[in-house]
C-alpha cells in the first residue's frame, strides 16, 4: 500500500517519548518527517515557517498548558484545519471534551505496554497517510 509522506509536528517535552515514538513507527512509513517542538510557543513558532499535516501532542505541557495551546492554535485561521492528535496520559473527562469542543482530531492515552503503544502510533499513521488533505 501506498502511504503519503507525512510532516508530522511532535510536541513533547519529554525526550524519552520521541526517542519511544520513533522506535513505534512502522517502516512502512519510512519517508515521514517529524519536527519537534518541546512546547506550545516553540510549536507555534514553528508553524509560522512551516506547515505541517498533522500535529502530535500531548495535553500535559508548560508554557503555554496544553489547553491554551489548543485554543490558541484554532483561532489562527492559517492552523486551525491542521489536524491535531492528543497522545496523552490524562484520562480526565473534563480534559477530553474541553479538548473535543476546541475541534481536536483525536484523543489517545499513551499505553504503557509498548506493544499497545505502537499498535496506536501505526494507526494514526495509516490512517492520515491516507487522508486527503485540503
Same mark, same amino acid.
Given at each position: *500500500? ?7 509536528? /511532535? ?15 512502522s ?33 500535559? *505541557?508548560?508554557?503555554?498548558d ?6 490558541? /492554535?484554532?483561532?489562527?485561521?492559517? /492552523? ?19 479538548? !473535543? ?12 505496554? !509498548? ?8 494507526t ?5 497517510? /491516507?487522508?486527503?488533505?485540503?
Amino acid at each position: *500500500m501506498l502511504f503519503k509522506t507525512l510532516k508530522i509536528l /511532535l510536541i513533547e517535552e519529554k525526550g524519552v517519548e520521541v526517542v519511544r515514538l520513533n522506535k513505534a513507527i512502522s517502516k512502512e512509513f519510512k519517508d515521514y518527517k517529524i519536527i519537534l517542538a518541546k512546547n506550545g510557543n516553540e510549536a507555534l513558532s514553528i508553524l509560522k515557517s512551516s506547515l505541517v499535516d498533522i500535529i502530535i501532542t500531548d495535553l500535559n *505541557m508548560s508554557d503555554p498548558d496544553g489547553i491554551e495551546f489548543l485554543s490558541s /492554535l484554532k483561532s489562527n485561521l492559517k /492552523l486551525k484545519h491542521i489536524p491535531i492528535i492528543i497522545l496523552t496520559t490524562s484520562k480526565n473527562d473534563k480534559d477530553i471534551k474541553n479538548c !473535543y469542543k476546541l475541534g481536536i482530531s483525536g484523543y489517545l492515552l499513551k499505553s504503557l505496554k !509498548y506493544e499497545d503503544y505502537k499498535i496506536k502510533i501505526n494507526t494514526i499513521l495509516r490512517y492520515w497517510s /491516507l487522508n486527503e488533505f485540503i
